[in-house]
């Protein structure tokens, strides 16, 4: 039972220990160049009117394991300024 809380605790104390991901530094109303400073990656237009833009950032993630995983981070403008975003992750198709 003891062995079991302390690599409990282990665990725990290594999840604290894992750092921020590029999202966790957005803020609202910057604008597109300040993101692109922010996530150090050039905004790809996915939809949208002027005025009402939105665009996407795609990387590989680092999650663990023998599935390749795609981040994909979609950013939505509006009047030049940044008015929201999510985060999606998606499977890359596995080739036999």
Excluded: K
């Excluded at 009047?79 to 198709?93: A, C, F, I, T, V």
Aim: aromatic share 14%.
């Amino acid at each position: 039972m003891r062995r079991s809380i302390v690599i409990a605790c282990i665990w725990w104390l290594a999840g604290c220990a894992v750092t921020g991901t590029y999202n966790d530094q957005l803020v609202f109303g910057m604008t597109p160049q300040e993101v692109e400073q922010v996530i150090g990656a050039p905004l790809t237009y996915l939809s949208g009117r002027p005025g009402s833009e939105r665009y996407y950032v795609e990387r590989p993630s680092t999650v663990p394991g023998i599935y390749a995983v795609d981040a994909r981070l979609v950013l939505q403008f509006r009047r030049g300024h940044l008015s929201g975003w999510r985060r999606d992750w998606q499977m890359r198709p596995y080739w036999f």
